[in-house]
């Protein structure tokens, strides 16, 4: 065994970050000077760094589980309402929050067609979340879980995850208020993750319904009453994460006694 792999078995998420962090700036520093020709390799450093360092780390077995969490939809269909109806629920509460605080619908908005709706989260889920989740849920996530309670792993992963999108902020592609956004996401996601098996077919699907219901609801304002949306967006996010918090403790719904998703070669572990 040479020094590399032992430095990667050593420190597996270390690796697995530097990849994700290293791709998305120079990914998104490619596609700043060469637009629309790089923004895939952008997204798929986590699918790709996660998929890379499981083979080293864990071997076949590790990345027979790798694989396995993207299929795992057997996850009862009430998972299947929470990942798709979530999101809207969130933005319908915020929206309404906009209006009561002095927000004006955009007079010459537009419902975006149902059509082109569909094809944006097709894409969506086969290639933003496709190359996004199964890093970052089905690699690191399930790791961190196997010595951290459930809330600081989200936590601590959330303000990752929050780093690896600053060449969007950067850019001037997203508001910095979603900053905060992204981190209590991994409260939700992780919560979701523990009731599903590991899924990361289900985080794929509210990754896209996210997505989704923001093009669906987006032509509603303009100028400030758009932003002050996405804060009322960005509050509601919080907001759900920190109540997930108090009615599932720590854990986030992950009982002691129960197994955990399959950890390094595939065999499941009991939390303690």
């Not at 077995?61 to 057997?74: P, T």
């Not at 944006?120 to 196997?146: D, K, N, T």
């Amino acid at each position: 065994m040479n020094s590399t792999s032992i430095f990667i078995k050593r420190y597996p998420q270390a690796v697995f970050w530097a990849i994700a962090l290293a791709t998305s700036f120079s990914g998104a520093y490619l596609n700043w000077l060469y637009p629309s020709m790089f923004w895939g390799f952008l997204v798929w450093g986590s699918f790709l760094g996660g998929a890379f360092v499981t083979a080293v780390a864990d071997g076949r077995e590790g990345l027979k589980a790798y694989f396995s969490r993207i299929v795992r939809w057997r996850v009862g269909i009430r998972w299947y309402a929470v990942a798709f109806f979530l999101p809207v629920l969130l933005r319908i509460a915020a929206f309404g929050i906009n209006i009561l605080t002095g927000a004006k619908v955009s007079p010459g908005f537009q419902w975006p067609a149902w059509g082109d709706l569909v094809f944006e989260a097709l894409i969506v889920f086969f290639i933003v979340a496709l190359g996004e989740e199964p890093g970052f849920r089905g690699f690191s996530l399930p790791r961190r879980l196997v010595s951290h309670s459930a809330i600081s792993s989200a936590l601590l992963l959330g303000v990752l995850h929050a780093i690896w999108h600053l060449p969007l902020f950067i850019l001037g592609e997203e508001p910095l208020i979603k900053l905060p956004l992204i981190i209590s996401s991994w409260v939700i996601v992780t919560w979701i993750f523990n009731h599903t098996d590991g899924s990361v077919f289900i985080v794929m699907l509210l990754h896209t319904a996210v997505n989704f219901w923001a093009g669906f609801f987006s032509p509603l304002f303009e100028g400030a009453d758009a932003v002050r949306q996405e804060t009322w967006l960005t509050v509601m996010f919080v907001m759900t994460a920190i109540l997930l918090r108090i009615a599932a403790g720590p854990e986030l719904g992950r009982k002691p006694g129960t197994t955990m998703p399959e950890m390094v070669t595939g065999e499941r572990v009991t939390v303690k």
